[in-house]
C-alpha cells in the first residue's frame, strides 16, 4: 500500500496541499482530477518522495517513504512527471534501460531480465521503430511514450503518471491507458493524473477529485454525478450515454 | 542494447586515443633542448632516478627524471582531469556551456596568484589554491540549499563571483606595476615549473575525478539526460553537492599549479560526444584521455615556441579541430 496521510506540501514555504489523505492500493488505477493548479502533480510527487511533505506522512509498504533511500523507493515506485525536456542525444532504449537503472549496481551490466524488460517496454509504446533515435529528435508524443516506456521498464509495485496521455493522439492515448489498466491487473497500484474525465470513467476504478489543494472526496465512477463535476471544475457538466453501459461527460 | 556501430565507434576512439597519447608522451619525453636518444631515455626510465654527480650521464638522467616526467605527467593530468570535471560540470548543471572554471575557480585561483605575485608573498601555489576555494565556498554560499535543485542559480552565483574577482584582478594588475606581465603569464597558463610535488597533487586529484565520473556513470546519464533523476533512483540534490564540490576542488588544484588553462574542459566532453555519444560509461574514459593528450600536445607546442603560455596552444589547437567536426555533422 501507498498512502498519504494528512499530507501537506509545496514549494518554497508555500503550500499547496493541504490535509490530503490518500491511498493507493495494489490492484487499482486510480484518476487524480481537478482543475489546473489544484495540487494533482504536487501529490504524485510527494507520492513518491520526490517533494517532502512538511507536515503528515507517506508511508510505502508502511516505511516513511522520507526515511527511505531514493534507490529504494525507485525499486517500488515509479513516477513520470508532467513535463520532460531531453536536454541530450541519448537514444530512445538507452532511456528506456534508465529505467533499469535502480536494480543495478554500479558496474553491473544490464542482464537478460533487463533487456528483457525494456523490449517489453519498448513494444507495449510502440517505440521499437524510434529505438535508435536520439530522443532529442522526437515528437513530443513520441518523447511522452519514451517516458512512460522507461517506467514501464522499472517495473514496480506502484506506478504514478502525471497526465501520461497530455502530448498524445487518441489512439496512443487509449494504447497507453489499456497499457494502465492492464498493470492494475496484474495486480500493481496506478495513479494518474488526468484531465479527461470520460477516460478516468473508463479506466479507473476510483477517481480522487482535487480543488484548491484539497482532496474534496474519493468516488467510483458511477458516483460521479453533474453536481460533483461542476462543484469540482465550476463549469456545467452533462452526461450523454456512451458505448455499451458506459456513460460520456461533457463540460457545457 | 547496444550495436555493433555503438561499440565499435567508441572502442577505436579509445584506441587511437590511447596509441596517440601513448606516443606523444614518449616523445614529450624525447624532445628539448638537451638531447638523448630513444634507448637512453628508456634506460634512464628503468635504472630509477639515481645520483647527480655532474657527468653527461647523470645530466640526462636529472633531465628526464626532474624536468621532462614531471612535467609530462603534470600536463596530462591537468589535461585529464580537466576535461574529467568539465564532463561532470556539463551534466550536473544541465548546462552545454559549463566547464570546471564556471563556479568562479579559475578566477579565485587567479586572484590568489596575482595578490601573491603583486605583494611578494611566498607559496604562490598556496595562495593560488585558498583563492579558489574561497571563491567556491563563496559560490556555494549564495547559491545556498536550493541550488542544489537548481543549476541555474548556481551558475549565476558562479558567474557572479568571477565577475568582481576579475575586476579585482584587472586592479591588481593596474596597480602591479613591473609584476604585471607576471601575472598574465600565470593565469594563461604553463607548465614550465612543473615537478614531483604537481605531479603528487595533480595526478590523484586527476584519478578521483575519472574515477568518480566513470563509477557514477548512470546516475550522471539520467540526470544529463533531462530525467527525473530522484523518481530513478539518485538522489539529485547529493550527487550535486558532493560531484561539484570534489571536482571543483580537483580543479583548484589544477590551475594553482599550472595556471588557468582554459578550453579543455569546455570543448574536449563536447568533442567526444559528437564521436562517442552521450552515454556516460564512454565520454568519461574518452574525454580523459582526450583532455590528457591535447594538453601534452600543447605542452609540447609550448615548449617548442618559447614557452608560449598553454591555454593559447589548446585553444589554437582544439578550436578548428571542434570546428570541423561541428561543421562535418551539421
Known amino acids: 500500500m501507498l498512502s498519504a496521510s494528512r499530507v501537506f506540501a509545496g514549494y518554497g514555504g508555500l503550500p499547496v496541499l493541504r490535509e490530503i489523505s490518500l491511498e493507493i492500493r495494489p ?53 513520470v512527471p508532467q513535463q520532460f525536456a531531453f536536454t541530450q542525444g541519448f537514444r530512445v532504449e538507452e532511456i528506456v534501460l534508465m529505467g533499469r537503472s535502480c536494480w543495478l549496481g554500479p558496474f553491473e551490466r544490464p542482464g537478460e531480465t533487463d533487456r528483457r524488460k525494456v523490449e517489453e517496454a519498448l513494444a507495449a509504446m510502440e517505440l521499437e521503430r524510434v529505438r535508435e533515435k536520439p530522443v532529442t529528435e522526437l515528437s513530443g508524443g513520441e518523447a511522452q511514450r519514451a517516458c512512460l516506456a522507461r517506467a514501464l521498464a522499472q517495473d514496480t509495485r506502484f506506478c504514478l503518471f502525471d497526465e501520461p496521455t497530455a502530448s498524445l493522439d487518441p489512439r496512443h492515448a487509449l494504447l497507453v491507458m489499456e497499457r494502465l489498466a492492464e498493470l492494475a491487473r496484474e495486480g500493481k497500484g496506478v495513479a494518474a493524473a488526468l484531465h479527461d474525465v470520460n477516460l478516468a470513467f473508463r479506466y479507473a476504478s476510483r477517481l480522487a477529485f482535487l480543488k484548491e489543494g484539497r482532496l474534496l472526496g474519493v468516488f467510483a465512477p458511477r458516483e460521479v454525478n453533474e453536481a460533483v463535476l461542476e462543484t469540482v471544475f465550476e463549469v456545467r457538466w452533462c452526461f450523454a450515454p456512451g458505448p455499451g453501459l458506459s456513460r460520456l461527460a461533457f463540460p457545457v | ?140 554560499m549564495l547559491g545556498g540549499r536550493g541550488a542544489l535543485r537548481e543549476p541555474t542559480r548556481m551558475i549565476l552565483a558562479g558567474v557572479v563571483v ?72 539518485v538522489n539529485e540534490p547529493r550527487l550535486r553537492l558532493g560531484l561539484l564540490l570534489i571536482s571543483s576542488l580537483a580543479t583548484a588544484v589544477f590551475v594553482s599549479f599550472s595556471g588557468v588553462v582554459g578550453f579543455v574542459g569546455l570543448v574536449v566532453p563536447h568533442l567526444v560526444r559528437i564521436l562517442a555519444g552521450p552515454n556516460h560509461l564512454r565520454l568519461v574514459p574518452l574525454s580523459f584521455l582526450g583532455g590528457g593528450l591535447l594538453m601534452l600536445v600543447a605542452d609540447q607546442a609550448a615548449r617548442g615556441l618559447s614557452e608560449l603560455p598553454v591555454g593559447v596552444i589548446t585553444a589554437l589547437v582544439g578550436g578548428p579541430v571542434f570546428c570541423l567536426l561541428l561543421w562535418r555533422r551539421a
Open chain 1, 27 to 79: 490492484g487499482e488505477v486510480l484518476a487524480l482530477l481537478g482543475p489546473n493548479g489544484s495540487g494533482k502533480s504536487t501529490l504524485l510527487s510527494a507520492l513518491c518522495g520526490v517533494v517532502r511533505a512538511t507536515e503528515g506522512e507517506v508511508r510505502l509498504g508502511g516505511r516513511l517513504i522520507s526515511g527511505m533511500d531514493r534507490r529504494s523507493v525507485s525499486r517500488q515506485v515509479a513516477y
Open chain 2, 1 to 140: 542494447m547496444a550495436t555493433s556501430r555503438d561499440r565499435f565507434r567508441p572502442a577505436l576512439v579509445f584506441l587511437i586515443l590511447v596509441l596517440a597519447l601513448a606516443g606523444t608522451f614518449g616523445y614529450s619525453l624525447l624532445s628539448g633542448d638537451v638531447r638523448i636518444p630513444l634507448r637512453e631515455v628508456l634506460r634512464i626510465l628503468a635504472s630509477g632516478t639515481g645520483a647527480v654527480d655532474g657527468s653527461p650521464e647523470s645530466l640526462a638522467r636529472a633531465v628526464i627524471w626532474q624536468v621532462r616526467l614531471p612535467r609530462a605527467l603534470t600536463a596530462l593530468a591537468t589535461g585529464a582531469g580537466l576535461a574529467g570535471c568539465g564532463v561532470l560540470f556539463q551534466a550536473l548543471l544541465l548546462n552545454p556551456l559549463a566547464e570546471p572554471y564556471t563556479l568562479g575557480v579559475a578566477s579565485g585561483a587567479a586572484f590568489g596568484a596575482a595578490a601573491a605575485i603583486s605583494f611578494q608573498w611566498p607559496f604562490l601555489t598556496f595562495w593560488a589554491f585558498a583563492g579558489s576555494v574561497g571563491a567556491l565556498g563563496v559560490v556555494f
Open chain 2, 162 to 233: 568571477g565577475s568582481i574577482l576579475s575586476a579585482a584582478i584587472a586592479l591588481l594588475k593596474a596597480l602591479s606595476g613591473q609584476m604585471m606581465a607576471a601575472i598574465v603569464l600565470w593565469i594563461m597558463g604553463s607548465f614550465a615549473g612543473s615537478s614531483w610535488t604537481s605531479v603528487a597533487w595533480c595526478l590523484p586529484a586527476a584519478i578521483l575525478v575519472g574515477g568518480l565520473g566513470f563509477g557514477l556513470h548512470r546516475d550522471l546519464d539520467i540526470v544529463a539526460s533531462g530525467s527525473p533523476a530522484m523518481a530513478l533512483g
